[in-house]
């Protein structure tokens, strides 16, 4: 989870603000934490029909009418996703190959993803509309705030103004992202349980996996609004 703070020295009224801090990271830990140990809790324990992650994923594709998704394998430790531009569905190895409560969870999940870009949710169009800006502002952020944080003259009043526009472009990308994995999630569940993927038991774990990698989106979401809240503090200070 991304915490981009340049921490300079602050007035007493700033308490608060390192107390939110110094909650909110160890909020992050914990939720990071939990997931985790839920994915790993439950990669022990086996679906239905041991139904791979993989062909989870392709059942689902196929029940919701949507051929031209591939299915692929990807490197690295939960770094499932999926890709609108190219339209695959990128699976990690423990998730592609794995016959567990957990792999299917996360397939589904990132299915829903491929349903919400052939639906036309909103939010995921309004997501992937931001995604150049943010990348470029994401580029540029933690330079132009660092200048405008060392120089204490109008330029860097400006400078430091510049930046906090491009940060709160990033803020509003993590609650844009909210709905878009809450609602991916939804459509996950209700397909596992309703095509019979999972049973009444697996369907609870795969539940509570989903709500606990939802609860790192949340966490991620109200860190970057107290870091957008800290940078317009340090600007209005110098007015």
């Given amino acids: 989870m991304e915490m981009m703070l340049i921490m300079l020295p602050m007035g007493g009224n700033s308490t608060w603000m390192w107390v939110a801090f110094i909650a909110l990271a160890v909020l992050s830990l914990i939720v990071s934490k939990s997931f985790q140990s839920k994915f790993k809790k439950y990669s022990k324990i086996p679906m239905n029909y041991g139904m791979t992650g993989r062909e989870v994923a392709e059942k689902m594709l196929y029940d919701n009418d949507i051929h031209d998704v591939r299915v692929v394998e990807t490197g690295g430790m939960l770094t499932d996703h999926y890709n609108p531009t190219n339209k695959t569905l990128n699976l990690s190895h423990e998730v592609y190959h794995g016959n567990s409560v957990a792999a299917a969870a996360v397939a589904a ?131």
């Avoid at 994995?181 to 569940?189: H, I, P, Q, Y």
């Avoid at 774990?205 to 966490?219: D, F, G, I, M």
Wanted: with cysteine; aromatic share 10%; charged share 10%.
């Fill in 109 to 239: 999940h990132e299915c829903g993803h491929a349903v919400q870009h052939a639906t036309g949710y909103a939010w995921l169009s309004l997501r992937s509309t931001l995604v150049p800006t943010v990348s470029i502002s994401n580029h540029l952020v933690m330079w132009v705030l660092l200048a405008g944080m060392l120089l204490v003259n109008k330029l860097g009043a400006t400078l430091l103004l510049i930046g906090i526009v491009l940060y709160a472009l990033t803020t509003l990308f993590t609650f844009v992202t909210l709905p878009v994995e809450v609602n991916a999630s939804k459509r996950a569940l209700v397909w596992l349980e309703s095509r019979g993927v999972t049973s009444p038991e697996t369907h609870r774990y795969a539940e509570s996996a989903l709500k606990s990698a939802a609860h790192t989106y949340v966490v991620a979401a109200l860190t970057s609004l107290a870091t957008l809240l800290y940078y317009i503090m340090v600007y209005l200070g110098r007015r």
